[in-house]
């Protein structure tokens, strides 16, 4: 059974950091795109950055500058670092793994981890 484990959130003052990591189990890691999104009370589900099999990186608007996705192969870990932090950071912080044609379409995700940023 695939399973995605994210940790590192939790409550943090504005312009502080976080370091949330993902681990998955029971995939051929190095074959999936990795990506973190989040979600916000009352909001649809938003990328937040997503990394491929070839360390290709991308970030939404509001991430850029910001924060940084990382994978390391060997542990099956995709980490975001997240500095700067802002008020309208806070949300729950979930991992996804994709993996497209031409290898059979997988798409997986975790239970998330809360982020919260407030003074």
């Known amino acids: 059974q695939v399973q995605l484990v994210e940790s590192g959130g939790g409550l943090v003052q504005p312009g502080g950091s976080l370091r949330l990591s993902c681990v998955a189990s029971?995939?051929?890691?190095?074959?999936?795109?990795m990506g973190w999104y989040r979600q916000a009370p009352g909001m649809l589900r938003e990328l937040v950055a997503t990394?491929?099999?070839?360390?290709?990186?991308n970030y939404a608007d509001s991430a850029k500058g910001r924060f940084t996705i990382s994978r390391d192969n060997a542990k099956n870990t995709v980490y975001l670092q997240m500095d700067s932090l802002k008020p309208e950071d806070t949300a729950l912080y979930f991992c996804?793994?994709?993996?497209?044609?031409?290898?059979?379409?997988?798409?997986?995700w975790g239970q998330g981890t809360q982020v919260t940023v407030s003074s």
């Open positions: 996804n793994a994709y993996r497209g044609p031409p290898y059979s379409v997988r798409d997986y």
């Open positions: 990394i491929t099999k070839i360390d290709s990186t």
């Open positions: 029971t995939i051929t890691f190095n074959t999936y795109t």
